[in-house]
């Protein structure tokens, strides 16, 4: 009998905005009966204003900053589901503490799919506050797609798969762990 880790007590999601992280995250936690977090809604119940507004007043490093002590304040936690946003893997500390205390799943689609699902939400997205969104995510895509690779146990190329399916994909992926 070899010696494996143990199962992953946290999951965490990452990919570009609009990939599904948060609706994933959530079925996965009811499925799992464990908390669900999300990276920037714990940053705007900290702050009391939107994500917008951080980046107006303090830009985006300092939004950065923010997400950082978060992340590494939600990753001390166990058997939580989060969804990161999606430029929490930037910072080289907020990959290494994702990679090291969970399972991490990148949630991969094109840049031409998230322009589609993003469209009615673009006022709360600020980094999508641009004239040409397809030319801003394929430009986001080009820098963080190999560092979401490089963070994840697990790439899903998801582009066709519902929530439900994506879901019950990752389920069942999760229970084969050791």
């Known amino acids: 009998m070899r010696d494996e880790p143990p ?25 799992l009966n464990r908390p669900f977090l999300d990276s920037d809604h714990e940053i705007i119940a ?18 950065r900053d923010r997400e950082s002590r978060v992340i590494g304040e939600l990753t001390k936690r166990h058997h939580i589901v989060l969804a990161t946003g999606g430029g929490a893997i930037l910072a080289e500390a907020n ?4 990679h090291e205390s969970g399972w991490v799943i990148y949630l991969r689609h094109p840049p031409e799919v ?7 939400c673009r006022e709360q997205r600020p980094m999508l506050k641009t004239r040409d969104p397809l030319a801003l995510l394929q430009e986001l895509y080009a820098v963080r797609d ?3 690779c490089q963070t994840a146990h697990l790439v899903l190329d998801a582009p066709q798969r519902s929530i439900h399916g994506i879901s019950q994909y990752l389920l069942a992926q999760y229970a084969q762990l050791a």
Not at 95 to 98: A, D, E, G, M, N
């Open 7 to 31: 199962r992953p007590a946290n999951i965490y999601l990452v990919g570009l905005m609009g990939a599904g992280k948060t609706a994933v995250g959530q079925m996965l936690a009811r499925a």
């Open 46 to 63: 900290r702050t009391g204003v939107s994500i917008s507004t951080i980046f107006d007043i303090e830009g985006e490093a300092g939004f």
């Open 95 to 98: 990959r290494k503490r994702l």
């Open 114 to 120: 998230l322009v589609l699902r993003t469209s009615k």
């Open 146 to 148: 190999p560092l979401y």
